[in-house]
């Protein structure tokens, strides 16, 4: 195994907090500001857009470590997804509630007793943890988040 990121309170906290900073960016900004704020390439609401998506593969990685044996975790490319879904007119609080839904569900999950050190393999990195994968997820939307926070403080 890699060397692992490890699940804890911390990680969960800061996979609630992170979906309901994204939740108060997205309810207190128009939609047109978060089209024409950037960040590189995408736009804020891309960015929203992209931590949805992600949220939801890596929550489906943690259902599927902790209810099979062993899954097969295929990788996936963040900047193809994201060239599919561009051209969709994507709501940005829906987005919202996605990823609040996708952090939430492995909150829910990772409670259970042993379900962080289930394992999957995935393409790239070998053998992983369901607590790895949420504790990823955690870091990586947190990366983006102060992004978005610094282009939409709260007011």
């Known amino acids: 195994m890699a060397d692992l990121l490890m699940y ?7 996979l609630a907090d992170h979906a309901a900073t994204v939740s108060a960016i997205v309810r207190r900004t128009p939609d047109e500001l978060l089209r024409a704020t950037h960040f590189g390439e995408w736009s804020a609401k891309e960015v929203v857009g992209h931590l949805a998506d992600g949220a939801e593969i890596f929550a489906e990685r943690v259902r599927r ?7 097969e975790l ?8 994201a060239r599919e879904r561009h051209n969709q007119e994507r709501d940005a609080m829906e987005l919202s509630r996605r990823l609040q839904a996708a952090h939430g569900s ?6 259970r007793p ?19 994968l949420a504790a990823y997820q955690a870091r990586h939307a ?14």
Do not use: N
């Not at 470590?65 to 899954?71: L, T, V």
């Not at 947190?142 to 007011?155: D, N, T």
């Open 65 to 71: 470590c902790i209810e099979e044996a062993d899954p």
């Open 142 to 155: 947190g990366v983006h988040i102060a992004e978005l926070q610094r282009a939409f403080p709260p007011s």
């Open 74 to 81: 295929a990788a996936f490319d963040p900047d193809e997804l």
């Open 8 to 14: 804890d309170e911390d990680v969960a906290f800061s």
């Open 114 to 132: 042993g379900a962080a050190a289930r394992t999957g393999r995935h393409d790239e990195l070998g053998t992983v943890t369901a607590g790895h």
């Open 106 to 111: 492995m909150i829910q999950l990772l409670q």
